[in-house]
């Protein structure tokens, strides 16, 4: 059971809009910073957002994150079938004084 | 070439320690820009953070796994590593090594990793 909670599966058609939900807590989302990383079909993940909001170079402009409270969101614009992946949210967690990552989200482009 | 690159067994023996090295290329990893971490994925699973090293020795480690992980750090050949004591089948997974930034902001944020390599428990 991950400290983070993301739906299991997201799905779309090439160009839709996509949101991948992560919440947390008051201890890891609602204190630290978020970060999401994209895994696609036997490959490593890969960093696509880091500080709630920000792409790393290389990143296209298409994926987005956003934060409030104690949830996150990771927004893909016009997805394209090569988004099809794994995408993962991940913080710190206080508390637990644990990097803590989510269960994941598999996104099917339909 | 990639810029980090895991190496060891791909199949360890239950209760056997498991011994990974991550073999830093292009980053000296005395850089005070850097901690350097491990994190596992078991099959068909998510991605867990094992924990992370400094290369001025300062180690942080998964409490569920605090017990059994050893993570230091070899300056002359740019290479740090990852002991697991005690192994069972349990920890049988993907492991990667990545680098995280060293920043009072971006926590526990990795922006470079390795391929992964495979390690299996099994007699």
């Known amino acids: 059971q991950s400290v983070l909670t993301q739906p299991p599966s997201a799905s779309g058609a090439p160009g839709q809009r996509v949101t991948i939900s992560c919440s947390g807590g008051?201890?890891?989302?609602?204190?630290?910073?978020v970060n999401w990383y994209q895994q696609l079909p036997g490959a490593a993940p890969k960093a696509l957002i880091h500080?709630?909001?920000q792409r790393p170079s290389g990143v296209p402009d298409r994926f987005s994150g956003s934060k409030s409270g104690t949830s996150a969101s990771l927004v893909i614009n016009g997805i394209q079938s090569e988004d099809e992946a794994d995408y993962y949210c991940?913080?710190?967690?206080?508390?637990?004084?644990?990097?803590?990552f989510g269960g994941g989200t598999k996104l099917t482009v339909l | 070439q990639p810029q980090l690159q895991e190496s060891g067994p791909g199949l360890v023996s239950p209760s056997d320690t498991l011994s990974l090295i991550c073999t830093v290329a292009?980053?000296?990893?005395?850089?005070?820009?850097?901690?350097w971490g491990w994190i596992r994925q078991p099959p068909g699973k998510g991605l867990e953070w094992i924990g992370s090293?400094?290369?001025?020795?300062?180690?942080w480690y998964n409490p569920s796994l605090k017990s059994r992980v050893t993570i230091s750090v070899d300056t002359s050949n740019n290479q740090f590593s990852l002991k697991v004591s005690t192994v069972t089948a349990a920890d049988t997974a993907v492991y990667y090594c990545?680098?995280?930034?060293?920043?009072?902001?971006?926590?526990?944020?990795?922006?470079?990793w390795g391929q992964g390599t495979l390690v299996t428990v099994s007699s």
């Open positions: 990545a680098r995280q930034p060293r920043t009072t902001v971006v926590k526990f944020y990795f922006d470079s």
């Open positions: 292009v980053d000296s990893i005395s850089t005070s820009n850097y901690y």
């Open positions: 090293v400094y290369f001025g020795g300062s180690t």
């Open positions: 008051s201890s890891n989302i609602g204190r630290n910073t």
């Open positions: 500080s709630d909001n």
């Open positions: 991940a913080t710190w967690d206080d508390s637990l004084l644990c990097g803590v």
